[in-house]
């Protein structure tokens, strides 16, 4: 498998909770979104439920990635993540990914020059399912 999640403690939601697409309150849910890969827990707080995630679980893509799932551009102008997102995938969903792959230093904008990494599109449902099951 050519991607690694990471869970950093022991009280990872990953052993106690369930899959938010698994929770009807939760259904509809873009799988897209970073926060939606991970399982989520029921809590009870003064009286309230609600879901909550694990927020040291994260991801980490290594740095030998298969090339036949990536691809590269290079940027003319700078550009929010969101909007290369929407091009690159159709979704603004996905910028995550790109962020995560590239580990820039500027982290609400990608900067014109420079070249950035990408999953290939024809592979990322692959990816976020590998993803969604390794967590």
Known sequence: MPFQVLTVN?????INGTKSANVKELVGLSRNLYENIFNVQLVDNDNK???AYNLLNK???PDDIDANFID???L???KPWTILSFELYGSI???WTIVLLNKPAEIFMAKGGNVYKYIKPGVMTNVLQQLTVSV
């Open 49 to 51: 439920s609600f879901y």
């Open 93 to 95: 969903d996905l910028w």
């Open 72 to 74: 590269e551009i290079t």
């Open 76 to 78: 003319h102008g700078d």
């Open 59 to 61: 991801v980490i893509f």
């Open 10 to 14: 022991n009280m990872s939601t990953i």
